[in-house]
């Protein structure tokens, strides 16, 4: 066995080794397709367009590695209030409680009417919401 065969089976390991931590989502996947990526650029040197792929892939690891090290943009939405307390109880609005659902959740209107029926009626019997059609 020579040193290429080596380096091959080094780069196949690291890069089946990188997918799997890609799939966790793992940022240490980027530093293991580099050295995959650069071994496999060694052993194609000769081939000048597959070589230069591989060195481009290594460059694209570095910018992932760091990319996906950056922190989201503003905090996360939480819910503040349970949300049995967002359903509408008689002193708020059903438009600004759905609409407070929404942009809370993150989600469509189909979505916050199932949730207020199923709300409404698990937890202290059926009371009517002006606005929200039973599903029959």
């Known amino acids: 066995m020579n040193w290429i065969d080596g380096l091959k089976i080094l780069a196949v390991t690291c890069g089946l080794l990188g997918v799997a ?8 996947c980027f530093l293991l397709w580099f050295v995959s990526n650069g071994c496999w650029a060694l052993i194609t040197r000769a081939e000048h367009l597959l070589c230069l792929q591989f060195g481009a892939f290594c460059i694209v690891c570095i910018y992932g ?3 996906w090290r950056k922190k989201p943009i503003g905090k996360p939405k939480r819910i503040t209030k349970p949300l049995n307390e967002l359903v509408y109880q008689g002193s708020r609005k059903d438009r600004d409680t759905i609409h407070e659902l929404k942009t809370r959740l993150a989600i469509n209107d189909k979505v916050v009417e199932r949730l207020l029926y199923k709300l409404q009626h698990t937890r202290s019997g059926p009371t009517k919401v002006r606005g929200i059609k039973k599903k029959r």
């Open 65 to 67: 590695f760091f990319a």
């Open 21 to 28: 931590l890609n799939i966790k989502k793992e940022r240490m």
